[in-house]
C-alpha cells in the first residue's frame, strides 16, 4: 500500500480536501423550516432524508463516523433543487454543504453503490455532457419515434424489467426536431444595445435545438449582437451537482477558454442548470491559480435570458397570443438563481397571455439534472405530483426554462393522458414577436405519431 492509502483519516468520512464546512453546518438550529419544502422528506417523510437530516450525517462524518452506505444513498436520494436554501430562515448554505459531501462521497464512497448503478452513472456522463455524442443519438431516436418502436418496447415491459432508468430514458426522450445550427454571430435588428455571448449547452443543443434558435431570434429583436463561440462544450453543470468535481472543472476551464476573447457585455444562458453552476466558477475555480481570476471574470458576466430581456427593457413590438399558460419555476432558477419574477414579467407583456400559478409551486418536479434516470421511481412520484398540478389550473400550455423540467413533465403529462403542451419561455416569447400565432405552441397531441408535440413549438 502506499503511503497515501494507509494515511489515517482524520476527518472521519471525508479526506482533507474541501469536507463540508463545519462552519456552515454549524449554522443550522435544527428548526424544521426546511422539511415541508424538502421534495424527499415530502414523499417519505424520513428525517435521514431531509435537509435537516442530511446535516447531521455531514456533522457525524466530521466528527468521526466513516464513509458508509447510510451516507451515500442518503445524499445520493437528495435532488440538489435547493428549495430548503429558500425556506430556511438561519440562511444555511445546504447548497454548497451538499455539493462538497457529494464531491466526498465520488472520490470515498462509490463501492457503496452497486454495480448496476456505478455503470448507469458511467453511461450518463459519457453521453449527455458530450453534444457530439448526444447527436450520433438523434438519427436512431428519431426513427424509434416515427416507427412507433420507442412505443412498442415500453408497452412491451422488455425495458421495465431490464432497467426502470431505461424506461425514463426512452420516455422522456422529446421528438427529434430538425436541427437548427445557430451561426457564430447573429446581429441585432435596428440599433445595437448590447452585445452578449450564448451557451448552446448540451441537452438543449441537441433534443431542443428550436429553443437555442428562438433565444437568437429574441436577443436579435432586442438588440442585441448574439456572439456564438463555435468551440464551446458542456458548461460541467451535470458533473458540478453529481459530485464529479475533476471533470465538472474541465468542462468549467473550456467554457471560459471558449468566451475569454468574446468580448461580450453578457453571457446568455437558456437552461436553468446550466446557469446556476456558471454563476459559481468563481468558487468552483477558486483553488486554480491560472483561471481563478478569469472564471470571477466571466461568472460577473452570466445572465440567465429572462434577466437580461427585463434588464433592457422591451423594444420588439409584441403580438398577440391568446393562450393560457401555467409557468413552471425551474429549481435552479428560483431557488439557486433566485430568478422567479423576471419570466412572468416577460409574459405579462405579450398581448392576450394569461398566465396562472401551479399549486406548491416550489416543489421539484423530479428532474433535478440526472436525478430522474439515476432514481426513477421518487422522480416518478414528484413529475405526477407536478403533472396534477398544473392541469389543475386549466392552462392549455405549459412554460418552463429548462429542458429537463421540459421533457419530465411532458412526460408525466402524458402518462397521465394530457393533451397539455409545453414550450420553453423563449419559445413563447419568439411566437409573440414573429406573430406567430397561439396554434404553434398548443399544437395537436397527435402532431408526431401519436405522441406529445415538441417542446418549444417547434
Known amino acids: 500500500m502506499t503511503a497515501e492509502e494507509t494515511k489515517p483519516d482524520l476527518l472521519g468520512a471525508f479526506d482533507d480536501h474541501h469536507p463540508p464546512r463545519r462552519d456552515l453546518i454549524d449554522d443550522c438550529v435544527h428548526c424544521g423550516f426546511c422539511l415541508p419544502a424538502c421534495p424527499t422528506y415530502t414523499l417519505w417523510g424520513e428525517e435521514m432524508d431531509s435537509p435537516r437530516g442530511r446535516i447531521y450525517l455531514m456533522k457525524d462524518g466530521l466528527e468521526g463516523e466513516p464513509m458508509g452506505p447510510a451516507l451515500v444513498q442518503h445524499m445520493d436520494a437528495c435532488l440538489g433543487c435547493m428549495a430548503c436554501v429558500t425556506a430556511c430562515p438561519s440562511g444555511v448554505r445546504y447548497d ?4 462538497q ?43 424509434a419515434q416515427r416507427s412507433g418502436l420507442d412505443r412498442m418496447v415500453r408497452r412491451s415491459g422488455v ?41 448552446l449547452g448540451c441537452v438543449q443543443r441537441e433534443m431542443f435545438p428550436g429553443v437555442n434558435a428562438a433565444t437568437a431570434r429574441v436577443l436579435a429583436a432586442e438588440g442585441c449582437d448574439v456572439v456564438v463561440p463555435p468551440g464551446q462544450g458542456c458548461c460541467g453543470a451535470l458533473s458540478v451537482h453529481a459530485g464529479r468535481e475533476a471533470e465538472g472543472l474541465r468542462y468549467a476551464r473550456a467554457l471560459v477558454d471558449a468566451f475569454e476573447e468574446t468580448g461580450v457585455d453578457r453571457v446568455v444562458v437558456n437552461s436553468a442548470g446550466c446557469g446556476s453552476t456558471m454563476k459559481e466558477y468563481a468558487d468552483l475555480l477558486a483553488d486554480d491559480p491560472d483561471y ?11 445572465r440567465d435570458v429572462s434577466e437580461v430581456l427585463v434588464e433592457l427593457g422591451p423594444v420588439a413590438r409584441r403580438h398577440p397570443l391568446d393562450v393560457t399558460v401555467a409557468y413552471h419555476d425551474a429549481c435552479h432558477l428560483s431557488h439557486a438563481q ?9 409574459l405579462a407583456q405579450i398581448p392576450g397571455l394569461t398566465v396562472r400559478e401551479i399549486a406548491e409551486g ?25 403533472a396534477r398540478h398544473v392541469t389543475a389550473t ?63 413549438g417547434t
Request: glycine residues 8%.
Open 159 to 199: 425495458l421495465e424489467r431490464v432497467s426502470p432508468s431505461l424506461v425514463a430514458m426512452v420516455a422522456m426522450a422529446p421528438p427529434v426536431a430538425a436541427r437548427e445550427p445557430v451561426p457564430p454571430l447573429v446581429r441585432a435588428r435596428g440599433a445595437r444595445r448590447a452585445t452578449v455571448g450564448m451557451l
Open 96 to 99: 454548497l454543504l451538499v455539493e
Open 292 to 302: 481563478a481570476e478569469r472564471a470571477a471574470t466571466f461568472a460577473e458576466r452570466v
Open 338 to 346: 433566485r430568478v422567479r419574477a423576471q419570466p412572468r414579467e416577460l
Open 101 to 143: 459531501t457529494r464531491q466526498q462521497v465520488e472520490r470515498r464512497g462509490a463501492e457503496h453503490r452497486g454495480r448496476s448503478e456505478r455503470t448507469l452513472r458511467a453511461l450518463i456522463f459519457a453521453l449527455f455532457p458530450r453534444p457530439e455524442r448526444l447527436r450520433l443519438v438523434r438519427a436512431p431516436l428519431r426513427w
Open 362 to 386: 416550489d416543489m421539484c418536479c423530479g428532474s433535478a439534472g440526472v436525478y430522474n434516470l439515476l432514481k426513477p421511481e421518487p422522480a416518478r412520484e414528484l413529475g405526477d405530483r407536478k
Open 394 to 456: 386549466g392552462a392549455e400550455l405549459l412554460v418552463t426554462s429548462n429542458p429537463g423540467c421540459l421533457m419530465q413533465v411532458t412526460a408525466a403529462l402524458e402518462r397521465q393522458g394530457r393533451s397539455i403542451a409545453t414550450a420553453h419561455l423563449v419559445s413563447v416569447l419568439d411566437a409573440s414577436l414573429r406573430g406567430a400565432g397561439a396554434e404553434t405552441l398548443v399544437a395537436p397531441a397527435d402532431r408526431r405519431a401519436g405522441r406529445r408535440a415538441a417542446p418549444g
